[in-house]
């Protein structure tokens, strides 16, 4: 599992027993603090990943290399963020058939994210990427994680807490207020 960018070449091959089941890529740097809630998620779930830097206009052939070789260094998932003309995860999905989420970002430069967002989501048929929300690298996280789990158990059953732990945290809240003297009747 790396955690340091920029990582090395997605040639490299990591150790049997730790080899990242989900890819998680990014544009830029700037993209980092958005992005590092799904590094974050998939490291509490237990799940492998490996991030890193691919920018489809800026290191192009890095993008082709890193797409070619993902299924056979052992990525199941990869999730790619960018912010602007975001055409890293449709370009990925384009060289992989490994299912590909994307993650538009409110980058400095984007036009309020609306254009990354219609980047990815408005693929051709034949070449989807999975988007989810603004910024959403959290919902990248669970959904590569629901991925993985239609085969193993163990995550599923990571799931049935997490979603427990969703519930818990909004009845406490309920509750808390309540004392406050909010009254929901
Ligand atoms: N980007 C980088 N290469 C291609 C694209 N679309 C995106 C990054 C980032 C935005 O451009 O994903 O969200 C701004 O990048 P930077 O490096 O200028 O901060």
């Known amino acids: 599992m790396s955690t340091t960018l920029p990582a090395s070449s997605a040639a490299d091959t990591p150790a049997p027993n730790d080899t990242p089941l989900v890819g ?9 603090k958005t992005m590092s809630a799904a590094a974050e998620l998939l490291r509490q779930f237990g799940v492998t990943y ?6 489809a206009h800026r290191t192009p052939h890095r993008l082709v290399e890193y797409a070619e070789t993902a299924r056979k260094r052992g990525l199941r998932v990869i999730i790619a963020g960018g912010g602007g003309a975001a055409h890293l995860p449709g370009m990925v999905a384009s060289f992989t058939t490994l299912p590909v ?11 309020h994210g609306l254009d990354s ?4 989501l ?3 048929a034949g070449v989807p990427v999975a988007t989810v929300a603004l910024d959403g690298a959290a919902n990248a996280a669970v959904l590569a994680t ?3 789990a239609l085969t193993n158990a163990r995550l599923a059953d990571v799931l049935e807490k ?12 309920i509750e808390e207020l309540r004392k406050g003297g909010f009254s929901d009747d």
């Open 122 to 124: 408005q693929m051709p």
């Open 24 to 32: 998680i890529i990014m544009g830029s740097q700037s993209d980092l």
């Open 162 to 173: 997490y979603r427990t732990s969703l519930k818990d945290k909004v009845m406490r809240t």
């Open 101 to 111: 989420i994307g993650v538009p970002i409110n980058s400095v430069t984007s036009i």
């Open 50 to 55: 490996e991030i890193t830097l691919v920018s």
């Open 117 to 120: 967002i219609l980047s990815m």
């Open 146 to 148: 629901q991925m993985l």
